[in-house]
T-cell receptor, first 116, second 110 residues
């Protein structure tokens, strides 16, 4: 069953702690993305990666970090520097750059992070 | 930078009535436009894209470069159309960095 798996589904964190959200895909997609979804704000791009061992900042990268050591995996770390981390985080993937499927994103089910 | 505007947060329509979701964008090049949809308790998914020029679930959207718009339309709303709809833009076909609008919540009243 191909798709994107995000874990955990719900996560609670104390202020000052870093937390890592997992995103795994078995679609053989080159590109992966992290979005943040807030009510009334739509989706905002945090980081994206077009190929293994490479990634770029999105529109709201401050306070976040990522890695792309494997094609299948694109974990997101929410650091203590992120001022307002409570949100719903969506991971997505696509076939990659420079083809007609580049922007046909497949999304995960999301991870809801709450900072106490 | 490209920007996508969806002016109405919430749209309530009666079943069988027409529905139109407005999307305007600001970008001077040749963008690629999309509508994504999120049904209750389901994942966000692609509804349609302008280069396909097809009707999906009765929905159509035409890219109007003169008015920089990509409005989503359906002549007869169904209850299963109740969902959150996002308009999205890429600067070019194959450029995989999407800008999303803030979304429209559509409620179809039986």
């Amino acid at each position: 069953d191909g798709g994107i798996t995000q874990s955990p589904k719900y996560l609670f964190r104390k202020e000052g702690q870093n937390v890592t959200l997992s995103c795994e895909q078995n679609l053989n997609h080159d590109a992966m993305y992290w979005y943040r979804q807030d009510p009334g704000q739509g989706l905002r791009l945090i980081y994206y990666s077009q190929i293994v061992n490479d990634f770029q900042k999105g529109d709201i990268a401050e306070g976040y970090s990522v890695s792309r050591e494997k094609k299948e995996s694109f974990p997101l770390t929410v650091t203590s520097a992120q001022k307002n981390p409570t949100a719903f985080y969506l991971c997505a993937s696509s076939t990659g750059q420079f083809n007609s499927g580049a922007n046909v994103l497949t999304f995960g089910a999301g991870s809801r992070l709450t900072v106490l | 930078a490209q920007r996508v505007t969806q002016p109405e947060k919430l749209l309530s329509v009666f079943k069988g009535a027409p529905v139109e979701l407005k999307c305007n964008y600001s970008y001077s090049g040749s963008p690629e436009l999309f509508w994504y949809v999120q049904y209750s308790r389901q994942r966000l998914q692609l509804l349609l894209r302008h280069i396909s020029r097809e009707s999906i679930k009765g929905f159509t959207a035409d890219l109007n470069k003169g008015e920089t718009s990509f409005h989503l339309k359906k002549p007869f709303a169904q209850e299963e159309d109740s969902a959150m709809y996002y308009c999205a833009l890429s600067r070019a076909v194959g450029n995989n960095r999407l800008a999303f609008g803030k979304g429209n919540q559509v409620v179809v009243i039986p």
